[in-house]
């Protein structure tokens, strides 16, 4: 289950929080995206979790659940990516939050779909960033020795380059990509056209897109086809 993530070139990353009406979520889900990435910074709940869950699980493509909240982990999602905050010196975000979970639902956690994430977060505007302390003004080889770690001493399945919000350095996402040899590299981050989600994928691993969805659905939308082109 977990090597589905290898296929992934385009994944549509959707807001709990954020209302979303059946006629963009129909479009979503049947846009030829590889995946639904069901979560959010905040307000993030296990009720809003569900219902998104549920409205998804009406088509035939694989969802996965990214926890940033212990109240809102919910069963039934085919896999659960669990993020690690590496440009962080708050431990809070790379193992006390993990730590806490596990002495909680340990003896209930599905361990074969658990994926952990190594982020790297670049934008010090994100939600993301303010929530986690990290530090956003690195440096390409910084942050490709992050990746480094991530890939080769904690053997993580996916490095996530976070840039939330805003469009980032293609030049640094590319410095990461040469530097890691069996992590998955997911970018994430102010994609708002087709040209963009293009250089993004030619970038990167796997390309998240996210707020657009909310903003100009049918830009959007145009995303797929512009990973994915040949």
């Avoid at 994944?11 to 709990?16: A, G, I, M, N, R």
């Avoid at 969802?63 to 039934?76: K, T």
């Avoid at 996530?160 to 997911?186: H, I, K, P």
Wanted: aromatic content about 8%; glycine content about 6%.
């Amino acid at each position: 289950m977990k090597d589905m993530i290898k296929s992934w070139r385009h994944v549509f990353k959707l807001d709990p929080e954020k209302d979303m009406s059946d006629d963009a979520l129909d479009a979503v889900c049947m846009s030829g995206t590889d995946a639904i990435m069901v979560g959010g910074s905040t307000g993030v709940t296990y009720d809003n979790t569900v219902d998104l869950l549920s409205r998804v699980r009406r088509y035939e493509l694989p969802c996965v659940q990214e926890v940033s909240d212990l109240e809102a982990v919910v069963p039934g999602f085919d896999l659960y990516l669990i993020p690690m905050v590496l440009n962080t010196q708050d431990h809070t975000w790379i193992l006390e939050k993990h730590r806490q979970g596990i002495e909680r639902y340990g003896y209930m956690i599905p361990w074969e779909l658990v994926v952990a994430e190594g982020y790297i977060v670049l934008n010090p505007d994100a939600a993301v960033a303010k929530l986690t302390g990290a530090q956003t003004d690195i440096s390409e080889e910084s942050a490709a020795a992050y990746a480094q770690i991530a890939d080769k001493l904690m053997q993580l399945p996916v490095v996530y380059l976070e840039y939330s919000g805003t469009f980032g350095s293609m030049d640094t996402v590319r410095r990461v990509r040469r530097s890691l040899e069996q992590a998955q590299l997911f970018y994430g981050g102010g994609i708002t056209t087709p040209e963009q989600a293009a250089e993004a994928a030619a970038s990167s691993d796997t390309v998240i897109v996210g707020n657009i969805v909310y903003d100009n659905l049918e830009q959007a939308l145009a995303t797929v086809t512009a990973v994915k082109r040949p």
